[in-house]
Antibody, heavy 121, light 106 residues
């Protein structure tokens, strides 16, 4: 059974940085594209970033482009999100999620439990 | 960017009711649409993918339909476990979600 476990969230001051991690298990991590999706308190879901299985292709929402960097270490079965220049608008629960392998299946069939990032002075 | 609009935002219903949630896309997304259920404090769970395909393990009372720009999620007979928030998500061009529909007990 596929499992995802995020860590690294916490309280950070505006303008600060934080790196989130997502440990994967129960599936061949390197075969799957992975994504980060966030949810501000009391709000809906917002896609943040995605990365291919090999790590050679990355994609970002306009709201985080130039500030966030997605990466992965397939030898450690771990996904990362480096977040810089954080603002209050980045306060959210951050989920990592995987997509199925089937061609065209760009939805998310497994999610972690989420890690809360709070940007506040 | 493709905008996804769900209606209604809140829906009050009773156990046993048949309910329908609508999701409209700002442009043609073919059938590249998924539906998720989310309960408070929990991660979303996929119910439907490719507009009408039922994810493994999801009860058959859930169904999806539509193509192009208009889609629906139907729950044929509401069960107590179904009261939650539901999101649609397009994956035709990158990803975007609807704002959510909260299904409440009447």
């Amino acid at each position: 059974e596929a499992q995802l476990l995020e860590s690294g969230g916490g309280l950070v001051q505006p303008g600060g940085s934080l790196r989130l991690s997502c440990a994967a298990s129960g599936f061949t991590f390197s075969s799957y594209a992975m994504s980060w999706v966030r949810q501000a308190p009391g709000r809906g879901l917002e896609w943040v970033s995605s990365i291919s299985g090999a790590g050679d292709s990355t994609y970002y929402a306009d709201s985080v482009k130039g500030r966030f960097t997605i990466s992965r270490d397939n030898s450690k079965n771990t996904l990362y999100l480096q977040m810089n220049s954080l603002s209050a608008e980045d306060t959210a629960v951050y989920y990592c999620a995987k997509r199925p392998l089937a061609p065209g299946a760009y939805y998310f069939d497994c999610w972690g439990q989420g890690t809360l990032v709070t940007v506040s002075s | 960017d493709i905008q996804m609009t769900q209606s209604p935002s809140t829906l009050s219903a009773s156990v046993g009711d048949r309910v329908t949630i609508t999701c409209r896309a700002s442009q043609n997304i073919n059938t590249w649409l998924a539906w998720y259920q989310q309960k408070p404090g929990k991660a979303p769970k996929v119910l439907i993918y490719k507009a009408s395909s039922l994810e493994s393990g999801v009860p058959s009372r859930f169904s999806g339909s539509g193509s192009g720009t208009e889609f629906t999620l139907t729950i044929s007979s509401l069960q107590p476990d179904d009261f939650a928030t539901y999101y649609c998500q397009q994956y035709n061009t990158y990803f975007s979600f609807g704002q959510g529909t909260k299904l409440e007990i009447k």
